[in-house]
């Protein structure tokens, strides 16, 4: 099983960043897909998550407005399209996986990040 995430680097504030995660070794479109950050010296956040099956997408209140996660089950693949950045963004980026089976048992998979920078 892999997530690895691509797309991180250093961005001026207001500018715009769109990361991607692949994933392998798993049934994709069965897991629900999120994106985590960790700032400098914090706790690892959730920042969206989308749904397969339903389609629906949630997003933290930081980030509404702003970020834009999606999918494409074809390409296992999961994006995070980040618009007008701030400099409190800037944190490492992971993709998670997880999907709870009918027994209860849960299945969770992260990647090992991305860093994104949000520097003048």
């Known amino acids: 099983v892999q997530l690895v995430e691509s797309g991180g680097g250093l961005v001026q504030p207001g500018g715009s960043l769109r990361l991607s995660c692949a994933a392998s070794g798993f049934t994709f479109s069965s897991y629900v897909m999120s994106w985590y950050c960790q700032p400098p010296g914090k706790e690892r956040e959730l920042v969206a998550t989308?749904?397969?099956?339903?389609?629906?997408?949630n997003y933290a209140d930081s980030v509404k407005g702003r970020f834009t996660i999606s999918r494409d089950n074809a390409k296992n693949s999961v994006y995070l399209q980040m618009n007008s950045l701030k400099s409190d963004d800037t944190a490492v980026y992971y993709c998670?996986?997880?999907?709870?089976?009918?027994?209860?048992?849960?299945?969770?998979?992260w990647g090992k990040g991305t860093l994104v920078t949000v520097s003048s």
């Open positions: 998670y996986a997880y999907r709870t089976a009918s027994s209860g048992y849960k299945v969770a998979y």
């Open positions: 989308f749904t397969s099956a339903s389609g629906v997408t």
